[in-house]
């Protein structure tokens, strides 16, 4: 592993960590507590480091399952910190994170056999 490894694979990954779901929660925040929506993302960023990294370990350790459900307590958590938590808002966390579950499950299951039928159209196609 060499330093040029460790910052290439660092960028992809902070590439993978933009979400437009986080930049519109910094948006709602700012506008709710009438913060600067910047200093929110800088500060909330370097907080959230050892939740991604706690995140990480029980996405390795456990699996998908229990990180989805870990993410869904941090959103509730949040929410209750901002004072915005409501029934609507909870049944909300519940069907995201539902179908990121299923998402996820999803695509392990069907990618390789969407892959494979994607191969033998190609190969046909070249012969």
């Keep these: 592993m ?24 910094c948006a709602v925040i700012s506008k709710i507590h009438q913060v600067n929506p910047y200093i929110i993302s800088i500060t909330g960023t370097i907080l959230s480091t050892p939740l991604v990294v706690l995140l990480l370990y029980i996405t390795i350790n456990y699996g998908i399952t229990l990180a989805i459900i870990f993410a869904a307590i941090t959103d509730i958590i949040a929410s209750l910190i901002i004072g ?15 179908f990121v579950w299923a998402g996820v499950y999803t695509a ?17 196609k070249t012969s």
């Excluded at 060499?2 to 929660?25: E, H, W, Y």
């Design 2 to 25: 060499t330093i040029i490894d460790i910052v290439t694979t660092s960028l992809a990954f902070a590439l993978f960590i933009v979400c437009p779901r986080m930049a519109g929660m």
């Design 84 to 98: 915005t938590l409501n029934i609507k808002y909870a049944i909300e966390i519940l069907i995201i994170s539902t």
């Design 108 to 124: 392990t299951k069907t990618s390789p056999i969407i892959t494979k039928i994607l191969q033998n159209i190609l190969n046909k």
